[in-house]
C-alpha cells in the first residue's frame, strides 16, 4: 500500500522480494544496497532469526524520474525462506507494492520454488490480493551453475502469469539491477493515476496499488497510521550460553564442529538390516562449493560390506519439532551436479546440539536408506 505524502512532495513504495531458503533473496538486496549511493539509501536493518533473516532498506532512485513533481522512495524487503517463519512472510508482504519472485534455477530445488510459490499466494489471498493485482516479475537465479533448467523449462513450471522475467546471478550482481528497476518501472505506471491530482486540504494517504486501476476512495491518515515498515516480528529465544557452545559464520558454518565419527543404523523400508562406521570432514577445495566429505563402510546384513565416499556441500540450517521440542540441523547434499537430474539427494543432517549425532538418507537401487546414530531413533527428517 503506497503512502503519498503531499506534504513531503514524496511517495513511499514497498518491494518484497519472495521466494525458497537460499535462493538468493539476501543476497540480491545486499548487492543493491552496496551499490547504492549512501546519500540516497536509508540503513540496512537485519531481523535475525535461527535460520534465516528478514532484511530491509529504503532508498530514493535518481534515475527514474518523478511523478508530477512526487520524488519516489522504494522500501525493499526480504522474507526468511523457511516454512517454519510463515507468519514472519505474512507480515513482510502486507502493503505490498510490487513483488519479486526470487526462483532458483538449479533442478533439484525446483520442488522448494514450487512451495514457495504456492505460499505466496496462500499469503497475499489473506489480505484480498492475488498475483492478478500485484504487479510482480519473476528471477531465475544461479544461471552460472549447473545442471540447471532452461529458461523455457522455468518459465513452463513457473511463470503462469507471463509475467516478465530476468536471468541473474546474485552473487555478482548481473541481472540484479535490471530485475529491480523492472519492477519499480511497473509499480510507478501505476501509481501515475494517483498524483494527478491533490485533494485539498489532505497532507498524505495511502493507496491500495492492487486496486489503482479501480474508482480510487481518498481518505486522509493520520500520522500514527503511516508506516512503511512492518511491526517487528517477536525475536526468537536465545538459547542459553555454555561453554561448549560453537560459533558458525556464514563462511565457515561448521567451524569447530568437525570431524565427527559415528558409529550407525542402517534401515531399510523401516527394517534395521546393518550398521555402519562413517566420518564427516572438512574438504578444503579452492573455487568449488564442495566443503565436506563423508567416509565410511556399511556391513549389510552382516555378510555385505560397502564403502561410502561423498563430497558435499552445505545447504543451510532445517528446524524440526521433535517430541515437543524444536531442534535445529545444519543440512549438506552431493551437488546437484554428482546426481542424476531430478534425483533425491544424499541428505545429511547434522544435529546442532553439542552430542555432535547426524542422521542421513539416500536412494540405492535397492529403495530408501537411512543411517542413524546407534543409539537414536530413526526420524524422518527429509520431511
Known sequence: MATINYA???ISCKIVYYGPGLGGKTTNLQFIYKTLPTENRGELV??????????????LPMDLGKIKGFNTKFHLYTVPGQVYYNATRKLVLRGVDGIVFVADSQRDRMDENLKS?????DNLQEYNYSLESVPWVIQYNKRDLENIFSIQELDTLLNEGKVASFESVATTGEGVKQTLKAMSSLILERL?????ETPEGVSSLTIDSS?????????????????????RPPAAKKKPPSQNTFIFTEEEPLKGLLPIEQKCLVYWKS?????????IQDYPSSGSRIRYRLKGKLKILAFFGYMLDRKLIFRGK???ILSGRQKYFFYLTDPPESRAPLADPFSIWIDEAEQRNFYLS???????IWLIPHDRKRLKLEE
Open 192 to 196: 501515475k493515476v494517483v498524483t494527478e
Open 271 to 279: 527394517l534395521p538390516v546393518g550398521s555402519a562406521l562413517l566420518k
Open 46 to 59: 537485519s531481523l535475525a532469526t535461527q535460520q534465516d533473516r528478514t532484511l530491509f532498506f529504503d532508498f
Open 362 to 368: 539416500y536412494d540405492s537401487r535397492y529403495g530408501k
Open 211 to 231: 486496486t489503482i486501476e479501480k474508482d480510487i476512495p481518498i481518505r486522509p491518515e493520520s500520522p500514527a497510521q503511516i508506516s512503511a515498515k512492518p511491526e
Open 117 to 121: 510459490f504456492q505460499n505466496l499466494k
Open 8 to 10: 513531503q512532495k514524496e
Open 318 to 320: 532445517r528446524s524440526k
